[in-house]
């Protein structure tokens, strides 16, 4: 890799090494073991891209992993029962409002991202940070914006 890729990289170079640790770590954790994980560096050499080959596993190894996934979904669920997918149109509040207050003005806002219970939004084309508690289904379609 040329010396200017790989200061170009060296962040998303970083990112993919945490990802693999976090990933061995709460595989472990869950007494999960995928024997054949590795970080692809060779097509980050390539193409300044990291990817995370996840590898070949028995299937009784696979059913623990989905076990464990399906686990990890439920009690997110319980925990956000809605959470909002990219793209779709939400109701927030100006930040001076809850969402739970009798005649706040709802505002139509697109979810441009979401991680944990937190949600960047973009109303009016100014990016907002929102807790999921504090953002709502749009009532109306996608159309109503």
């Given amino acids: ?7 170009l990289t060296a ?5 993919t090494a ?8 709460t595989l472990a954790a869950a007494d999960v073991k995928l024997p054949s994980v ?6 980050a050499a390539a193409t300044g891209v990291a990817l995370i080959d996840l590898g070949a596993a028995r299937p009784d190894v696979v059913v623990r992993l989905v076990d464990v996934i399906r686990d990890g979904v439920r009690a997110r669920r319980a925990r956000y ?9 939400v109701t927030m ?3 001076e409002w809850r969402i739970t207050t009798p005649g706040a003005p709802l505002l139509p806002a697109e979810v441009i991202e979401v991680q944990g219970d937190l949600a960047t939004l973009s109303y009016q084309g100014v990016l907002r940070l929102r807790r999921l508690h504090e953002i709502a289904p749009w009532p109306g379609g996608d159309g109503d914006r």
């Fill in 93 to 95: 509040t100006p930040a």
């Fill in 1 to 7: 890799m040329g010396s200017a890729l790989r200061r």
């Fill in 81 to 89: 029962p809605w959470v909002p997918s990219v793209g779709e149109t």
């Fill in 18 to 25: 945490d990802a693999y640790d976090d990933l061995l770590s």
């Fill in 38 to 43: 590795t970080v692809d560096w060779q097509s």
């Fill in 11 to 15: 962040r998303d170079r970083r990112k």
